[in-house]
């Protein structure tokens, strides 16, 4: 037990460390913590910018190795909103550590995010899903990849025991469904289900994806969700339906075709994350005035 306390307590200090260098670099505190899936990346050099920070300037971070994947992170603003972006995320099938793979947004957090936005690519599990379709996140399954929170709790983190019963808070699923209303954008909603990649699921595996009660599959975005409501944070995510999961079409998966459905669905996605940031500053803006 006395080793699982010091690397707890390592990883501890590893992020007060990292955070002071993030810091260093940010003209303000963050407000909402941005991580850009595959084809998002180009959202970051779109918004107002006050500062930018290589992954390879930050001592010890682990670097991003998906093509497509900056490696960065970027301060600026979207509409009165501070954000802290992640363009290019880290994922457990690179190799890392799961301590390495939330490392990010435990050090969003640590800088003052309280609001967590997740996007990603991902396979259709649902007949409702098509390339192309756009889903806001309700619920998820992580039990196919290590938990991040395994191991010593640093009670500086969060409870030993979190619930998990509102993962994807609802205030912001509200807010994110009325900008897609009001751009005439349709939003399907449902399940995200992560597996460890970095293969594709078999078809066997998706039939028994769609039989736990999951809509949409990938390699990210569900650990680094638990690790956000470890410490409190509240969360929303929307993904980006790439690709029919295996067996729900006939064609063979390729990360090429995933590529370039999303660069050809960007635009309107970046319109949605963009318009729903701006929306949710102006909400915690007049929540605050009306305190």
């Not at 936005?117 to 998820?140: E, R, V, Y």
């Not at 191991?151 to 205030?171: K, L, Q, V």
């Amino acid at each position: 037990m006395g080793k699982q306390y010091e690397r707890v307590e390592a990883c501890y200090r590893r992020v007060l460390e990292q955070v002071d260098c993030l810091k260093g670099n940010s003209p303000f505190v963050p407000q909402v913590g941005l991580i850009l899936g595959s084809g998002l990346g180009e959202l970051a050099d779109e918004i107002q910018q006050e500062g930018v920070l290589d992954y390879r300037d930050i001592d010890g971070f682990p670097l991003s190795t998906v093509s497509g994947h900056a490696g960065r992170f970027v301060f600026g603003y979207i509409g009165r909103m501070p954000v802290v972006i992640m363009q290019g995320r880290v994922h457990y099938y690179e190799g890392y550590p799961m301590e390495d793979v939330v490392l990010p947004v435990r050090l969003m957090h640590r800088m003052g995010a309280k609001i967590l936005f997740l996007t990603n690519a991902a396979g259709g599990i649902s007949h409702k899903l098509f390339p192309g379709s756009l889903m806001l996140l309700t619920d998820q399954i992580a039990s196919f990849v290590p938990s991040p929170l395994i191991g010593a709790n640093e009670a500086e983190f969060g409870t030993r025991f979190p619930d998990m019963s509102e993962i994807y808070d609802r205030d912001l699923q509200r807010i994110i469904k009325k900008c897609a209303m009001e751009q005439g954008v349709e939003l399907q909603e449902g399940v995200y289900i992560q597996f460890t990649g970095p293969a594709y699921e078999t078809p066997a595996e998706v039939r028994m994806a769609r039989l736990l009660g999951a809509d949409a599959c990938g390699m990210s975005t569900a650990c680094e969700a638990v690790a956000a409501n470890h410490m409190g944070m509240k969360i929303c995510g929307i993904s980006c339906i790439t690709n029919m999961a295996c067996g729900i079409s006939s064609k063979p998966l390729n990360h090429e075709e995933v590529k370039e459905t999303a660069d050809r669905v960007s635009g309107e996605f970046k319109a949605l994350v963009k318009a729903s940031v701006a929306a949710i500053g102006h909400e915690v803006s007049s929540k605050t005035t009306e305190s």
